[in-house]
């Protein structure tokens, strides 16, 4: 018998849109525009999966969650927002949501959830345990900006593993915001109220390091005057984040592997292995794989750190988020400087298009950097070349050859129009314009829409 699914949407476009691809899938859909129409469907259907926006005009969807927990505990609720952050997306698990879709939603995505949550509800009613349906607390803010799919999958991760004990791997290229997502991880856990201490491990010497984490007694060795006690210590009950893991040397991955076996650390110089609660992330840049083929890493260390390993993206896997960062780092250089700088629509396309080897960071330095240098209080296209030169150790380039700005927004919207199938809307969106922009922008540009390619 097919399960019966609830769609709550203010948008009358998406809760039709949504109805008709689930139609034709089987189920039986239902439809509401508001919380009330919802409530009034749960009384007298058997819903097993709902589909909730968060936003429903005034009423917050996440609020709404515990609602229909109450009146249909065994529903399975999935939320659906086209502004993705770790904040509603943990939040949203807490209340006892079981998955997270972004807008603008894809077919395939909705129909290979509603058919994985399918098989988890089937294995749930022949005694089988399933696994990754967490109820974190103490949630908090964090400073992670992005709406993109892979971006949405890091949300998943955090909101997952932050409120478990797990050790988790951090994987990603520099600039791309590890430390931030450690952070996240730590403030949505149920460690939050305890310090979370960070330490580079690949800027220090062994020596040192050890020193650093395991501490110390008088006399270890020269210099030693008093004991000391080492990071592990201090942070007692909370979160140590090991950056750069990979640049460890083997002798020191040894004593590393103790403590997450043991859970006890021994200061230098001392024959006392001493307990400690705390939870360990760690994040590295590198090939791992590599690192342990060459002997250079433990693969048992390794597999210690990884219960769960997040990836983050580079920043030219989600160029869909750039206006976004930009717009979360003009903010903040504006209340940092009591300043009032804006960004150009030419200026942030510029940005988009643009190669970025530092990744979230050197976008950050740029946009900085451009603030400072912009005469009229807007940042320009040209603020953006100008600003990109005044790096000293800028290697930011376009990404495709253009002769011009203008032809270089030709080809961007040409681009658009390409990869969204030649629909309008959807190009527009993901350009970050109204349609109607689209619009005039193509009649300046030259732009066929029926034929951009011509």
């Given at each position: 018998m097919p399960i019966e699914i609830l769609v709550v949407d203010d948008d009358k476009a998406t809760r039709q849109w949504l109805c008709?691809?689930?139609?034709?899938?089987?189920?039986?859909?239902?439809?509401?525009?508001?919380?009330?129409?919802?409530?009034?469907?749960?009384?007298?259907?058997?819903?097993r999966l709902a589909?909730?926006?968060?936003?429903?005009?005034?009423?917050?969807?996440?609020?709404?969650?515990?609602?229909?927990?109450?009146?249909?505990?065994?529903?399975?609720?999935?939320?659906?927002?086209?502004?993705?952050?770790?904040?509603?997306?943990?939040?949203?698990?807490?209340?006892g949501a079981v998955e997270y879709l972004g807008k603008p939603l894809r077919i395939d995505d909705l129909l290979g959830l509603v058919r994985r949550?399918?098989?988890?509800?089937?294995?749930?009613?022949?005694?089988?345990?399933?696994?990754?349906?967490?109820?974190p607390e103490g949630f908090a803010g964090?400073?992670?900006?992005?709406?993109?799919?892979?971006?949405?999958?890091?949300?998943?991760?955090?909101?997952?593993?932050?409120?478990?004990?797990?050790?988790?791997?951090?994987?990603?290229?520099?600039?791309?915001?590890?430390?931030?997502v450690a952070r996240a991880i730590h403030a949505h856990?149920?460690?939050?109220?305890?310090?979370?201490?960070?330490?580079?491990?690949?800027?220090?010497?062994?020596?040192v390091l050890e020193s650093e984490l395991f501490g110390h007694e008088?006399?270890?060795?020269?210099?030693?005057?008093?004991?000391?006690?080492g990071l592990f210590e201090s942070s007692n009950g909370g979160t140590i984040f090991l950056d750069e893991i990979s640049e460890t040397t083997p002798g020191f991955q040894v004593k590393l592997l103790r403590v997450l076996q043991e859970r006890q650390v021994r200061r230098l110089g001392s024959n006392t292995y001493m307990p400690v609660d705390v939870r360990i992330l760690a994040a590295t840049n590198a090939d791992i794989g590599e690192r342990i083929r060459a002997k250079q890493f433990r693969e048992d260390l390794y597999y210690r750190l990884s219960v769960m390993t997040i990836p983050l993206p580079a920043l030219e896997e989600r160029r869909e988020d750039i206006p976004l960062l930009v717009r979360h780092f003009l903010k903040g250089f504006n209340e940092r400087n009591a300043r009032q700088v804006t960004v150009n629509e030419e200026a942030t396309g510029f940005l988009t298009r643009m190669a970025w080897p530092g990744n979230v960071r050197e976008l950050e330095n740029l946009i900085?950097?451009?603030?400072?240098?912009?005469?009229?209080?807007?940042?320009?296209?040209?603020?953006?070349?100008?600003?990109?030169?005044?790096?000293?150790?800028?290697?930011?380039k376009v990404e495709e050859p253009a002769a011009t700005l203008k032809g270089a927004e030709r080809q961007q919207i040409v681009r658009a129009l390409r990869e969204a199938q030649g629909n309008r809307s959807l190009a527009a969106r993901n350009l970050g314009i109204e349609r109607k922009t689209l619009y005039k922008k193509a009649r300046r540009l030259g732009i066929d829409l029926d034929a951009p390619d011509k």
């Amino acid at each position: 018998m097919p399960i019966e699914i609830l769609v709550v949407d203010d948008d009358k476009a998406t809760r039709q849109w949504l109805c008709s691809v689930l139609d034709a899938e089987g189920y039986v859909c239902h439809a509401a525009r508001d919380t009330q129409e919802a409530e009034d469907i749960l009384h007298r259907a058997e819903v097993r999966l709902a589909l909730v926006d968060i936003y429903l005009g005034e009423v917050n969807g996440v609020e709404f969650l515990k609602r229909i927990k109450t009146i249909q505990p065994e529903c399975d609720c999935v939320m659906m927002t086209a502004h993705a952050s770790v904040e509603t997306m943990a939040q949203s698990v807490k209340d006892g949501a079981v998955e997270y879709l972004g807008k603008p939603l894809r077919i395939d995505d909705l129909l290979g959830l509603v058919r994985r949550l399918e098989n988890r509800r089937q294995s749930r009613s022949n005694g089988h345990a399933v696994a990754g349906e967490p109820e974190p607390e103490g949630f908090a803010g964090t400073a992670i900006i992005g709406r993109s799919p892979k971006m949405l999958e890091v949300y998943r991760s955090i909101a997952r593993v932050a409120p478990t004990d797990a050790t988790v791997l951090i994987v990603g290229p520099s600039g791309s915001g590890k430390e931030r997502v450690a952070r996240a991880i730590h403030a949505h856990s149920q460690r939050a109220s305890k310090p979370m201490t960070a330490i580079n491990c690949g800027a220090l010497a062994e020596s040192v390091l050890e020193s650093e984490l395991f501490g110390h007694e008088k006399g270890a060795f020269t210099g030693a005057d008093s004991a000391r006690r080492g990071l592990f210590e201090s942070s007692n009950g909370g979160t140590i984040f090991l950056d750069e893991i990979s640049e460890t040397t083997p002798g020191f991955q040894v004593k590393l592997l103790r403590v997450l076996q043991e859970r006890q650390v021994r200061r230098l110089g001392s024959n006392t292995y001493m307990p400690v609660d705390v939870r360990i992330l760690a994040a590295t840049n590198a090939d791992i794989g590599e690192r342990i083929r060459a002997k250079q890493f433990r693969e048992d260390l390794y597999y210690r750190l990884s219960v769960m390993t997040i990836p983050l993206p580079a920043l030219e896997e989600r160029r869909e988020d750039i206006p976004l960062l930009v717009r979360h780092f003009l903010k903040g250089f504006n209340e940092r400087n009591a300043r009032q700088v804006t960004v150009n629509e030419e200026a942030t396309g510029f940005l988009t298009r643009m190669a970025w080897p530092g990744n979230v960071r050197e976008l950050e330095n740029l946009i900085e950097r451009a603030a400072i240098l912009s005469t009229t209080g807007e940042i320009t296209a040209e603020d953006i070349e100008r600003a990109s030169g005044a790096g000293a150790l800028s290697s930011t380039k376009v990404e495709e050859p253009a002769a011009t700005l203008k032809g270089a927004e030709r080809q961007q919207i040409v681009r658009a129009l390409r990869e969204a199938q030649g629909n309008r809307s959807l190009a527009a969106r993901n350009l970050g314009i109204e349609r109607k922009t689209l619009y005039k922008k193509a009649r300046r540009l030259g732009i066929d829409l029926d034929a951009p390619d011509k």
